[in-house]
């Protein structure tokens, strides 16, 4: 009779155990979604026109060329992923240059600059080579490696392009 009641004492305390595991792990899931009006304002924050306030710009990697700068070949472009951006095999994503027609002029991978697997800012680069023949000026687009995998396994698609002069 002992037995009996101390192996239903220990299921009944499993039960409990996996119940209460299972109601935090939701709890926490539920509260790193990001709300719809912080990814609203993400999302405004990168379109090119926009002023853009210190705020969301805290979402965002820091880059070493400023809007409307007159850039040459070859461009260093150099990426500070502020520990918002996460790698993938030391590589943030992508450099793309256009023109202001939309072409593509150069495309770069952002390798990263030393370790890429510490906690906080890591520097990323690419070096984009590229002939300005006839154009004035363009677009310089950061896009983020979302990672490998679909649908929640892959991380979220993210960009922001700023003008540049040739």
Do not use: H, Y
């Not at 209460?20 to 790193?32: G, N, P």
């Not at 705020?55 to 070493?64: F, G, I, L, R, Y």
């Not at 793309?96 to 890429?116: H, N, S, T, V």
């Not at 023949?133 to 990672?147: A, D, E, F, V």
Request: with cysteine; aromatic share 6%; net charge negative.
């Amino acid at each position: 009779m002992k037995t009996t009641s101390l192996n239903s004492f220990f299921m009944l305390a499993i039960c409990l155990t996996v119940l209460i595991a299972c109601k935090e792990k939701s709890e926490t899931t539920e509260s790193a979604e990001p709300d719809i009006e912080s990814v609203e304002e993400n999302e405004m924050a990168n379109e090119p026109d926009e002023v853009v306030d210190e705020e969301m710009q805290a979402d965002m990697p820091t880059v070493n060329i400023s809007p409307d700068q007159t850039v040459s070949s070859p461009l260093m472009v150099k990426v500070n992923s502020q520990g918002v951006w996460m790698a993938f095999e030391g590589e943030l994503g992508w450099a793309i240059l256009r023109d202001d027609q939309g072409i593509e002029m150069a495309k770069g991978i952002l390798k990263a600059d030393g370790d890429w697997m510490k906690s906080g800012p890591v520097m990323f680069s690419t070096e984009l080579t590229f002939d300005t023949t006839g154009k004035s000026g363009g677009t310089l687009t950061i896009m983020k490696n979302p990672g490998p995998g679909d649908g929640d396994e892959a991380g979220k698609e993210e960009a922001f392009e700023m003008p540049v002069r040739f």
